[in-house]
């Protein structure tokens, strides 16, 4: 078991991909390799989950807002303390919300009760190039995903024009200097990069577990404690989120000309609109 949780941060706006980008990281880790998914939505129900393919991975969703804001960043910090005492993960993929800023996760990590198990990697903000641009001139989190970020994968180049891709570019290094560019299609990007692909070496025993994760464990009143002194901390910055909706609906079925009917009466205000169709029989 190893002593450290390295962790990779996937950012991005909605709809931009990051999901598909998540999948194709899956797809490639080694079996012998412990590795820890927490998908973070930003409506009531989560969607996103559901689509991770992948088994035996374990896995920690969180809804209902951005786990970088006040309204659930406690669950976040949970989610990571069960980590470093239950789990032991050799890696974290977080997907955040396509409304997170996600500035403070790296002090996040550096939490004390978390005994200098995490250590953060990498940063891919997944900019969707046909709507970028658009989405920028509106929403904050773009600006802060963007400056936060260390590589930057422009994703659906095929649906914007070289022009558009350009300007993209222009907003991007505005932040960064020298920003790390991928172009491509379904988040296909060359992750050999980034991530040790290769299995284990062979001399790692796998029942050793290091002092850090020795430490003792903080009760439920102790961790509670511990988050409300966090919160009331005159040192936390959290970032008002945007100011955006989610809404849920439940429907009763009908046919795909009707689903489509559906989406077609949706206002132009509406940024995403994601859901499961159960086809008959099936």
């Not at 409304?99 to 891919?124: C, M, T, W």
């Not at 989120?241 to 809404?247: A, E």
Request: negative net charge; glycine residues 6%; charged residues 25%.
């Amino acid at each position: 078991m190893s002593d450290i949780t390295d962790v990779y941060l996937i950012a991005g706006f909605l709809g931009s991909g990051k999901t598909t980008l998540l999948n194709r990281i899956i797809a490639r880790f080694p079996e012998d390799k412990k590795l820890t998914i927490l998908v973070n939505e930003f409506g009531e129900i989560g969607v996103d989950g559901t689509l991770i393919e992948g088994e035996d991975i374990d896995m920690m969703e969180i809804s209902k807002g951005s786990i970088f804001c006040v309204c659930v960043k406690t669950d976040f910090i949970k989610g990571l303390y069960e980590l470093t005492t239950t789990v032991h993960p050799d890696v974290l993929l977080i997907e955040s919300t396509g409304v997170a800023n996600p500035s403070d996760l790296k002090k996040d990590l550096q939490l004390p009760i978390f005994n200098d198990q995490f250590h953060f990697k990498e940063q891919f903000c997944v900019i969707d190039a046909a709507h970028f641009l658009d989405a920028y001139a509106v929403y904050v989190s773009l600006e802060k995903q963007i400056a936060s970020s260390s590589v930057f994968i422009i994703n659906k180049i095929d649906t914007a024009s070289p022009e558009t891709i350009a300007e993209t570019k222009k907003v991007i290094e505005k932040y960064h200097p020298d920003p790390q560019y991928f172009e491509a299609t379904y988040g296909d990007i060359p992750l050999d990069q980034f991530f040790d692909f290769k299995g284990k070496t062979g001399n790692e025993p796998e029942d050793s577990v290091s002092s850090k994760t020795k430490s003792r464990i903080l009760s439920d009143e102790e961790l509670e404690k511990f988050l409300d002194d966090l919160l009331d901390s005159p040192d936390l910055e959290i970032t008002p989120p945007d100011t955006l909706m989610s809404v849920a609906y439940e429907w009763g079925g009908d046919s795909l000309t009707q689903i489509k009917m559906m989406a077609d009466s949706l206002p132009g205000s509406v940024v995403l609109a994601k859901g499961f169709v159960q086809e008959a029989g099936g």
